[in-house]
């Protein structure tokens, strides 16, 4: 039925059959609007009327009272889906329900959609949020004063009105209860009642997390949290210091801008239904945040668009010196990454993960940081993508001062080749230097100093 596709593109589609994108249907009939919001909460696609489900074509009237038709069932549903006479558009405010409940694409079915499933569809479109909803069970006698107290300081709000009163112009209290929001800010014990408060911060001695130096697993609400974090980072990052003109400057190996934001980032934008813990990672060469929780949006638009999961806790963040202005945080990582002179990196999976390598290569035991590591950050590490492979190859060489491209390109499984183009690029960029040749040289620094 579909006027705008060619007659190539039908026999095309006549074809391959039924499948994910393609429905056809014999005629018109009660189940269209279960079709229309099957592919609306799926991928899109396209229904044929007139085709018998062997792809026999047999015809249909195109007139404009089914036209009409068919435009009104796709207004009723709820809510309402953009069509092309007959081509379904994927729906930007999943998920779709019709008369007959919820359906979803699935191959060459339409099939009703779980529990679980229409739930989950809320939770990425952001109709249902975690931190927006009541925690029913919860007993006033762990309310923590103090946290509340400390809240109401760091946010510069008066204390001499009535604590529900304030709780409710927080929007953290309605009539019938307190949110999840305030018991991550304000309970005693948060994981009492929010499985996934706490948040994990451990210390590797090498960079493949085997070696373990220390470990503490933390609950102490948003802010307890996010300073915990911050501090347990810091104490483990070198600083150089550098004495001139009676004045000393601080050249730190990864800029506590940038993790102090991750920290934020990963803590208000956890996705807490899923009952995990946010992990802080120190590693020999890097530091890795990994927040539990899918992009909002398609990763093409990562770094242009902001949209927060937990909007309550942002905003509650937002009136304190933690957090700024809701959107920037990722920006702010990168600015401070490339002032500082370090590699950094975004990582999308079922998780967020936010990796900043060392700034430094080592002398001896020294830990002077090498000015030449980290230039031009963004011309050598893509700004959007995974791990780097090229600061990989140079965290290898840091480690292992006689490693040879063929040993590099085991450990991270490409080709020799591949790897002798990376190494030729850190060369280029002066971060690396070969010392002697053969079986006995050394990689050194670009001014002819061998890591050690």
């Not at 001139?244 to 400057?249: A, G, V």
């Not at 011309?379 to 491209?405: F, M």
């Amino acid at each position: 039925m579909n006027n705008s596709l060619s007659k190539q593109n039908l026999n095309d589609s006549l074809q391959l059959g039924e499948g994910q994108y393609i429905e056809f249907k014999e005629s018109f009939d009660k189940s269209f609007a279960k079709e229309l919001v099957a592919f609306a909460n799926a991928s899109g696609g396209i229904i044929y009327l007139g085709v018998t489900d062997s792809g026999t074509i047999k015809g249909v009237s195109v007139t404009n009272r089914l036209k009409s038709q068919i435009q009104d069932i796709a207004h009723n549903c709820d809510p309402s889906i953009i069509i092309v006479l007959s081509e379904i558009k994927e729906g930007n405010n999943k998920p779709y329900s019709c008369s007959s409940g919820f359906f979803m694409r699935m191959g060459a079915n339409s099939q009703k959609m779980s529990r679980d499933e229409i739930l989950e569809q809320a939770i990425k479109s952001g109709k249902v949020r975690f931190d927006e909803k009541l925690c029913t069970d919860f007993d006033w006698k762990d309310f923590d004063n103090e946290k509340f107290d400390y809240y109401l300081k760091l946010a510069g709000i008066s204390n001499n009105r009535p604590k529900e009163e304030i709780l409710k112009n927080l929007r953290v209290l309605t009539e019938e209860g307190i949110t999840n929001a305030g018991i991550l800010y304000f309970a005693k014990d948060p994981y009492k009642y929010v499985i996934s408060s706490k948040i994990r911060c451990i210390h590797f001695n090498d960079d493949k997390r085997i070696d373990i130096l220390d470990k503490k697993v933390i609950d102490r609400g948003i802010i307890g949290n996010i300073e915990f974090a911050v501090a347990y980072i810091k104490e483990r990052v070198p600083i150089r210091y550098e004495i001139k003109e009676l004045k000393r400057k601080e050249y730190p190996e990864y800029p506590i801008e940038a993790y102090r934001e991750a920290i934020v980032n990963a803590i208000i934008h956890f996705d807490y239904f899923l009952g995990d813990t946010i992990a802080i990672e120190k590693l020999k060469s890097s530091i890795i945040i990994n927040n539990k929780g899918e992009l909002l949006f398609p990763e093409k638009d990562f770094g242009k668009r902001s949209e927060a999961r937990n909007r309550l806790m942002a905003d509650l963040l937002t009136r304190t010196n933690f957090m700024e202005k809701a959107g920037t945080g990722i920006q702010r990582v990168t600015d401070a990454c490339k002032t500082n002179r370090n590699n950094y990196s975004f990582d999308f999976t079922d998780a967020f993960w936010i990796t900043i390598h060392s700034n430094k290569l080592i002398e001896g035991n020294t830990g002077n940081v090498n000015d030449n590591v980290g230039d031009n950050v963004g011309d050598n590490v893509g700004d959007n993508v995974g791990y780097s492979r090229l600061s990989r190859v140079l965290e290898l060489i840091i480690e292992n001062n006689q490693i040879s491209a063929k040993q590099i390109s085991e450990i991270l499984k490409v080709t020799s080749r591949t790897i002798e183009r990376d190494i030729e690029k850190l060369k280029q960029q002066k971060k690396i230097k070969r010392i002697g040749s053969g079986k006995s040289g050394r990689w050194g620094r670009s001014d002819e100093e061998v890591i050690t």
